[in-house]
C-alpha cells in the first residue's frame, strides 16, 4: 500500500505541475488491450464447444447472444460502481473483482460439460458458456464504459468528451477479430491460446491498476469529490425515457442484424472463426467510423445507399435458384454494412454528457442483448426459415434521421391508404395465383412487385417515413407472394432450416438445407408413370462412390457374415434404398427435425419403402460413434453437412482414428467432402496421411448429370487395407490419393482460411 500511495502521490503531483500528457495515451492502450481480449477469447471459446453440437452455425449466433448478454451485465456492473461508490474507492473494487477472475484461468471446457442432452442444445450451450468463461468475461467486459467515466474525471483538456476513447476500444476488437482467423487459429492450437489469453488478462489488470492510479491521484488522495470536467457541448440533462428507447432501439437493430447476417454466411459456407468473426468485424468498423465528431464517410452517403442495398437484397430473396441467393449475400454484405452505419451514427449524435456516460453504454447494450436475442433465440421459434433477415434491414429504415418528425394527418391518411391498398393488392395477386386465374410465373411476378414498390421507396429521398412504408411494403412482398424462401414445406432447428418442396414440373420432390440440395425422391418418371419404389438420386444414385463403396465392402466380406453399415447424415434417407437383404445399418443424425422428415411418408419415401424401421441413433456423430464396440462397422459415410458447411470436427486426426477404431480390419471409411467454397480433398488427404499404415483414394464422380437424378460428388475412401483400396481403385472414377500442402486437422487446430484459398487456387 505504501508503494501504490507514493506513486498516487507522484501523479498527483505532475497534475499539479499540468502534466497530463500520458493520460490518453495509457486510457487508449488499456481500452485497446481489453478489447482484444474480450474478442479474441470469442472465437477461440465457441471454436472449444463447437465440436460438442455438431459444429451447427447456431453456436455461433447463440454464443454472440450469450456474450452480449454477459456485456451487458458487465455494463449494469460498471453504472452501479460509477454511482453509488466513491470514485477513489472504484479502483480497488474493480480490481477485486479482475482477481476473483483469475481463479478460471486458463479458459477451457469443464469435464461436466463433456456431452450435452439430445433436445437441449440451447440451454446446454448457455450453461457451458456460463461455466466455462463467464467470469472473465464479465470481468473485461466492463472496462470500456468504466475506464471512460474514470478519464472523464481526470480533468484532462477532453476529458468532457470522453466517446473518442470508444473508438480505440473498438479498433482492439476490431485487430482481435481479423488476427484470429489470419494470424492467431492457423499458428495456434487451442491450448496455447488459452495460456496466451491468460498471460493477457494479468497484463491488462497492472494497466488497469495505473489508470486507476490517475485517476485518484487526480482527485486528490482523500478527496471524494472528482476533478471539474470541461465544459461540454453535449447535453447534461437527465435522460428522458423516450431518449433511452431511442438508445435501445438504435441498437437493437443492427446487433440482431448482426447474429442474423453472420447465420446466412456461415450455414452456406462453414461454421467455423474465419467466417464467424467477418461480419462482427464490420460490425465494429462501424463505430470507429461513425463514433467522432466527423465521420470517416458522410452520414448523407449511408443514408442515400441504404434504401438501394436493401431493395436489392429483398430482391435477391424474392428470386430463385444458387445466382439469386449469391446476388442477396452480396447486396447483403453491404445492406448490413451501411444499415449498422446508420443505425450507430445516430447513436453517437443522441450521446449524453459525460456524467450519463455509464447509462448511456448501459441502454445501448440492453438493445444489443435484446437485438441478438430475437436473432439467436427467439426467431428460430416464430419464423420457419430466416426471416428476421430482412425483416431487420426493413426496421432499419425506421431508424433514419426524420423517421419521427411529425407530419399533418392528410399525410398520415395518404401513407395508411398506400400501405393498405398495397397489402390488398398483394393478397389479391395470391389469392388469383393460387386459384390458378393468374398465368404469371411465381418468380417473376414477387420480382415485379417488388421493383415497383422498391421503386417507390428510391424515389422518396427526401422523406424517410415514406421510404420506411415502401421499403415495409417492399419486405411483406417476399412473406405473402411465393418466393424461394417461402415455397414449400419449411422446418426450422438449432441445426438449420429445412424446406421440402417440389419442382416445377412436380415430378421430383427436394429437400433444401439452408441454400444446399440435400435430397431428392423422383415421383413421376419422364414419361409420366409413377415410381412404386422410389430410386436413390443426387449424390447417392446407385452407381455413386458412396453406394459402390458398399459394393466394395460386400465383395470383401462375401462369405463372413453379413455386412454392418454405419451412414452419418440422414438427409431424406436416400441411402437407405442401397442396402440389400440381410444387412445391418445404422444411421447417425444430430436433427431431430432432419429425422421426422426422413421418417414421414408423405414427404420422403426412402426409409418407409426400403427400411422401415431403420436404425437411427440420434446425436453428434462423435459422441455417439465413441459408444459404439470395436470393429462393429465394415463400412462407414460420413455425410454431415450443414447447409455446404462440413462440421470440421468430423474431418480432424482424432475424428479419423474413431472412425477406423469403429471399422473391422478390412473395413472402408468414405468421407463424402463435395464443397462448393472448400478444398476438403485437401484437408480429407492430409488427415489421412497423418495417421500410420492408411491407404486411401479419391473418388470423383464427375459424370454428366441427369437433373437430380444424379449429382457430381467428392469422397475421399480410407482403410488399413491395401486389398480393399486396390478394389476402390478399380472402379471408374477413383484415383490414388495425391499428398496434401495442408497441415492435418486436429482438435486442437484447423484452418479454413488456407482451405478456402486452396479451392479457389485451384
Not at 490518453?24 to 472449444?48: G, N, Y
Not at 482467423?181 to 495505473?210: K, N, R, T, Y
Not at 495442408?742 to 478456402?756: A, E, G, K, N, R
Request: hydrophobic share 50%; charged share 15%.
Amino acid at each position: 500500500m505504501e508503494y501504490v500511495a507514493g506513486q498516487i502521490e507522484r501523479l498527483r503531483q505532475s497534475w499539479v505541475a499540468g502534466d497530463t500528457r500520458l493520460v490518453p495515451w495509457t486510457f487508449t492502450a488499456t481500452l485497446f488491450v481489453s478489447a482484444l481480449l474480450l474478442f479474441s477469447v470469442q472465437p477461440m471459446f465457441a471454436k472449444m464447444v463447437l465440436p460438442k453440437l455438431g459444429g451447427s452455425p447456431s453456436v455461433w449466433a447463440v454464443s454472440m447472444c450469450f456474450f452480449q448478454a454477459v456485456l451487458l451485465a458487465g455494463y449494469c456492473y460498471a453504472h452501479l460502481l460509477n454511482r453509488y461508490l466513491p470514485p477513489r474507492l472504484i479502483p480497488f473494487a474493480h480490481m477485486a473483482v479482475l482477481a476473483l477472475a483469475m481463479l478460471a484461468l486458463p479458459i477451457g471446457l469443464s469435464e461436466s460439460r463433456a456431452e450435452p442432452p439430445a433436445g437441449e442444445a440451447y440451454g446446454w450451450l448457455i450453461v457451458t458458456l456460463a461455466l466455462g468463461v463467464g467470469l472473465p468475461f464479465f470481468a473485461v467486459s466492463a472496462n470500456a464504459p468504466l475506464l471512460q467515466s474514470w478519464f472523464a474525471r481526470t480533468g484532462h483538456p477532453h476529458a468532457g468528451d470522453p466517446y473518442f476513447l470508444y473508438g480505440a476500444s473498438n479498433l482492439g476488437s476490431l485487430v482481435a477479430l481479423l488476427a484470429y482467423p489470419a494470424v492467431i487459429e492457423p499458428f495456434s492450437g487451442l491450448a496455447h491460446q488459452a495460456a496466451l489469453w491468460a498471460a493477457g488478462f494479468l497484463a491488462l489488470a497492472a494497466m488497469i491498476a495505473l489508470c486507476g492510479t490517475m485517476m485518484i491521484a487526480a482527485i486528490g488522495i482523500g478527496n471524494r469529490a472528482t476533478v471539474s470536467a470541461p465544459a461540454s457541448h453535449l447535453d447534461a440533462r437527465r435522460p428522458t425515457m423516450a431518449q433511452r428507447a431511442g438508445w435501445v432501439a438504435l441498437a437493437f437493430v443492427p446487433s440482431g442484424l448482426l447474429v442474423a447476417f453472420s447465420g446466412y454466411v456461415t450455414t452456406d459456407i462453414a461454421s467455423a472463426p474465419f467466417l464467424w468473426v467477418v461480419p462482427l468485424a464490420m460490425f465494429l468498423a462501424t463505430f470507429i467510423l461513425v463514433f467522432r465528431d466527423a465521420p470517416y464517410i458522410p452520414h448523407r452517403w449511408m443514408l442515400m445507399l441504404q434504401p438501394i442495398s436493401t431493395i436489392l437484397v429483398l430482391l435477391g430473396i424474392s428470386m430463385t435458384g444458387n445466382r439469386a441467393w449469391q446476388i442477396a449475400a452480396l447486396a447483403g454484405t453491404v445492406a448490413f454494412f451501411v444499415a449498422t452505419m446508420v443505425c450507430h451514427r445516430e447513436l453517437f449524435d443522441r450521446r449524453p454528457a459525460s456524467r450519463h456516460l455509464t447509462e448511456f453504454y448501459l441502454w445501448m447494450s440492453l438493445g444489443g442483448v435484446l437485438g441478438g436475442m430475437f436473432a439467436a433465440l427467439l426467431a428460430p421459434q416464430i419464423f420457419s426459415t430466416i426471416w428476421e433477415y430482412p425483416l431487420l434491414l426493413v426496421l432499419a429504415m425506421a431508424c433514419r434521421p426524420g423517421i419521427t418528425a411529425r407530419i399533418s394527418r392528410a399525410e398520415a391518411g395518404e401513407l395508411i391508404r398506400i400501405a393498405v391498398i398495397a397489402v390488398a393488392a398483394l393478397v389479391l395477386l395470391e389469392y388469383l395465383q393460387g386459384r390458378g386465374l393468374l398465368m404469371v410465373p411465381n418468380s417473376m411476378l414477387s420480382v415485379l412487385t417488388l421493383l415497383g414498390f422498391g421503386s417507390l421507396c428510391l424515389l422518396q429521398r427526401d422523406n424517410a417515413l415514406r421510404q420506411f412504408v415502401y421499403a415495409a411494403t417492399t419486405g411483406l412482398t417476399i412473406v405473402i407472394l411465393p418466393s424461394q424462401m417461402s415455397r414449400g414445406d419449411a422446418e426450422r432447428s438449432f441445426f438449420g432450416t429445412h424446406r421440402v418442396i417440389m419442382t416445377s414440373d412436380a415430378k421430383v420432390r427436394l429437400l433444401i438445407h439452408g441454400t444446399t440440395l440435400h435430397g431428392a425422391e423422383r415421383l413421376i418418371a419422364e414419361d409420366g408413370s409413377p415410381i412404386v419404389r422410389p430410386v436413390p438420386m443426387t449424390y447417392y444414385h446407385p452407381q455413386s462412390p458412396m453406394a459402390l463403396g458398399a459394393e466394395v465392402v460386400r465383395t470383401s466380406k462375401a462369405s463372413s457374415g453379413p455386412v454392418r453399415i454405419g451412414i452419418v447424415g440422414l438427409g431424406s434417407g436416400a441411402m437407405a434404398c442401397n442396402s440389400r437383404s440381410g444387412e445391418h445399418w445404422r444411421f447417425y443424425e444430430i436433427d431431430p427435425v432432419v429425422v421426422r422428415i426422413a421418417r414421414d411418408a408423405k414427404r420422403f419415401r426412402y426409409l418407409s419403402a426400403c427400411q422401415p424401421d431403420a436404425d437411427i441413433v440420434l446425436g453428434d456423430a462423435r459422441l455417439t460413434l465413441a459408444k459404439e464396440t470395436t470393429a462393429a462397422l465394415d463400412y462407414l459415410v460420413i455425410d454431415a453437412f450443414s447447409s455446404n458447411a462440413v462440421p470440421v470436427h468430423l474431418l480432424t486426426v482424432e475424428a479419423l482414428n474413431l472412425y477406423l477404431d469403429k471399422l473391422s480390419p478390412e473395413g472402408l471409411l468414405a468421407l463424402h467432402v463435395s464443397n462448393r467454397h472448400l478444398d476438403l480433398i485437401s484437408v480429407a488427404t492430409s488427415v489421412a496421411g497423418a495417421v500410420p499404415g492408411l491407404h486411401s483414394a479419391v473418388a470423383v464422380d464427375s459424370q454428366a448429370a441427369t437433373g437430380f437424378d444424379r449429382s457430381t460428388s467428392q469422397v475421399v475412401l480410407v482403410s488399413r487395407s491395401p486389398a480393399v483400396i486396390a478394389r476402390v481403385l478399380a472402379l471408374p472414377f477413383a484415383r490414388p490419393a495425391r499428398p496434401s500442402v495442408l497441415s492435418p486437422w486436429t482438435d486442437d487446430y484447423s484452418d479454413i482460411l488456407s482451405t478456402l484459398w486452396q479451392n479457389y487456387a485451384h
